[in-house]
């Protein structure tokens, strides 16, 4: 999501699937999901078919998956939405949802267990020895409350992320790694993997989705589309009978945008092309062949997934503008290159922002400058720093940190968008442009369809300055 935030207070079987731009030849085969879905009057029906392949250089007794639509559910410990976000969210008042996990097969057991019913863990028929897979059939019913969120039915739209059970990283020592939802960043932890995703829905809807679509029609007053997306970390929806769809084209990547209230679509999607085109050039080829990004209901500015992006329908203008670049920023820094949001989350935010300025310091038409932005982001973080000191007698500016240690939206994104903006812009002028673009592409170029670490992003830069800077930003002893 973008920094716009804080000024308010994310079963067929699959019949072919090819290696996808940067995933070299020899590399281990990807997970996959085929995901067969309907959508009727607030309610998603599915089946998941997900092939593991064990990769961990252990025998496995169990598989685990995290459930993210469980967050949505009445009794929920975390909730997905924060007390300063709950009115303009829950739009009609209290609503709930969940997740119903009503089969797995073939297995021994499944329990949905974790620390708030968030994950699904499935008990192996017998050990999965280290290079095995298996394939998992989960039948699922997600319940979508009435809220303006990753996961609901906004006023306008229905929104789909984090809609299926999403396999856990393993990490070797520690085992799957669980995400427990946070009403603060973005809770979300995933490797890529290969998805053939098929939607029923009402004729009347039209889909924006992450992959690029395969096949659609309608029969009998239900239309019904596939779609398809290789080695990407998330798949989301968006449902709508109200859009109007705009196709464009930058970088030979097809852009397509979704609006229904919007008085310059024209020109939206003639910044989404721009803007793509130079993230394109000054980063790597985007890996992917369709990029979409949709107009919705959404409580926040806007919320990234690969290959799609939410665009709250709250906002215009210059907002609007710069939620767009942002989250374009992001299908480089979080849908292409990963890492762990739920611990270093300024790692994509603090990069899709400093992105996002990189954008506007080549197109001045569109008001924001360099120097403007350094300035707020330092006002930002200077004041946040301010208060906690006067409040608390210090103030602990780390960024590497649990979502659950930040106090707040505020913290967070003081913490993670302003004070991740001013780690790069600091990087940028102790290397030097060249150098600290060329880090940039490296950086792009070897994790790509991979997760990377904040040592891995320091290295890339070969610079003890860069390392130097990006440790002590992180780790709260810079003083900014």
């Known amino acids: 999501m973008r920094r716009w935030l804080c000024a308010l207070l994310a079963a067929a079987l699959l019949c072919s699937l090819i290696p996808s731009v940067g995933c070299a030849a020899d590399e281990p085969p990807r997970d996959t999901y085929v995901i067969e879905a309907a959508y009727e009057e607030g309610v998603l029906t599915a089946s998941m078919l997900c092939t593991f392949h064990n990769r961990t250089g252990e025998a496995l007794t169990h598989v685990d998956f995290n459930l993210y639509g469980n967050a949505y559910r009445a009794d929920a410990q975390y909730k997905p939405v924060s007390a300063a976000y709950a009115a303009r969210a829950y739009y009609n008042g209290e609503s709930e949802g969940g997740m119903d996990i009503l089969s797995v ?209 709250s906002l215009a203008g210059a907002d609007y503008a710069y939620t767009a670049v942002h989250e374009t920023a992001h299908q480089w820094w979080y849908a292409a290159v990963g890492s762990d949001q739920t611990r270093a989350a300024w790692m994509d935010e603090g990069l899709a922002e400093y992105s996002s300025l990189l954008y506007f310091e080549s197109a001045p038409a569109c008001g924001f400058t360099r120097e403007g932005l350094v300035a707020s982001a330092r006002r930002a973080l200077g004041a946040y720093c301010t208060v906690q000191q006067q409040l608390f007698g210090g103030a602990d500016a780390a960024m590497t940190r649990p979502l659950a240690d930040f106090s707040g939206e505020l913290a967070y994104v003081c913490l993670t968008y302003d004070k991740g903006l001013l780690l790069f812009d600091a990087v940028r002028g102790a290397l030097g442009e060249r150098r600290f673009l060329s880090g940039l592409r490296r950086y792009y170029a070897r994790f790509c369809g991979k997760l990377a670490s904040p040592a891995d992003l320091a290295a890339s830069f070969s610079s003890a300055a860069a390392e130097g800077i990006i440790a002590s930003f992180a780790d709260g002893s810079a003083v900014v």
Not at 204 to 213: D, H, I, N, V, Y
Not at 253 to 276: I, K, M, N, P, Q
Not at 288 to 296: D, E, I, L, P, R
């Open 105 to 313: 097969q073939p297995c021994a057991r499944w329990e949905v267990c974790g620390e708030d019913e968030n994950i699904l863990r499935v008990h192996l028929a017998e050990p999965l020895a280290p290079g095995e897979e298996v394939s998992l059939t989960v039948g699922y019913r997600l319940r979508l409350a009435e809220v303006e969120h990753r996961t609901g039915v906004a006023r306008s739209a229905v929104n789909l992320g984090n809609f299926y059970p999403v396999l856990c990283v393993y990490e070797p020592g520690a085992g799957f790694y669980e995400c427990v939802y946070s009403a603060v960043g973005d809770p979300f932890y995933s490797a890529c993997a290969d998805y053939e995703v098929t939607i029923s829905m009402p004729a009347s809807f039209t889909a924006a989705a992450s992959g690029e679509p395969v096949s659609a029609g309608v029969e009998n007053g239900v239309r019904r589309c596939t779609y398809r997306l290789e080695n990407a970390r998330d798949f989301a929806l968006v449902l709508g009978t109200s859009f109007t769809v705009l196709q464009g084209e930058a970088a030979g990547v097809s852009l397509r945008y979704y609006c229904y209230d919007d008085g310059d679509a024209e020109g939206t999607l003639r910044l989404l092309e721009e803007c793509f085109t130079f993230f394109s050039d000054t980063f790597g080829r985007y890996p992917y062949g369709s990029y979409s990004a949709v107009q919705t209901g959404f409580c926040y500015g806007g919320m990234e997934y690969p290959g799609l992006v939410f665009l709250s329908d």
